[in-house]
Nanobody, 123 residues
């Protein structure tokens, strides 16, 4: 098992950028497929993006495909979510999660989750 820790959230103006990080407090994330998810206030958690173990394959929800980029740095044992042109609908709690097989968008397939990091829009 791996304990995941998200960081990088905060308050940002519309149109701005943030880079979220997902790193394990113990163990290696390189063994896993990693996904990023968002839960907006009062809404269900939704899939945003996932990345293969070697970082060669990525999969995005179409709503963020042109603005978000998922990547991983094996040397730093970290997976990132670069968020550009942030919009009001991007407000929420962001979670990373891992799974062993399959680059999928299905939340129930992911095995372990972090505690989340919050993104808000400043006026």
């Amino acid at each position: 098992q791996v304990q995941l820790v998200e960081s990088g959230g905060g308050s940002v103006q519309a149109g701005g950028s943030l880079r979220l990080s997902c790193a394990p407090s113990g163990g290696s994330v390189s063994r896993y497929i990693v996904g990023w998810f968002r839960q907006a206030p009062g809404k269900d958690r939704e899939f945003l993006a996932s990345i293969s173990r070697d970082g060669e394959r990525t999969y995005y929800h179409e709503s963020v495909q042109r603005r978000f980029t998922i990547s991983r740095d094996s040397d730093k044992n970290t997976v990132y979510l670069q968020m550009n042109d942030i919009k009001s609908e991007d407000t929420g709690d962001y979670y990373c999660a891992v799974k062993s097989f399959g680059l999928t968008m299905f939340i129930q397939d992911y095995e372990q989750w972090g505690q989340g990091t919050q993104v808000t829009l400043s006026s």
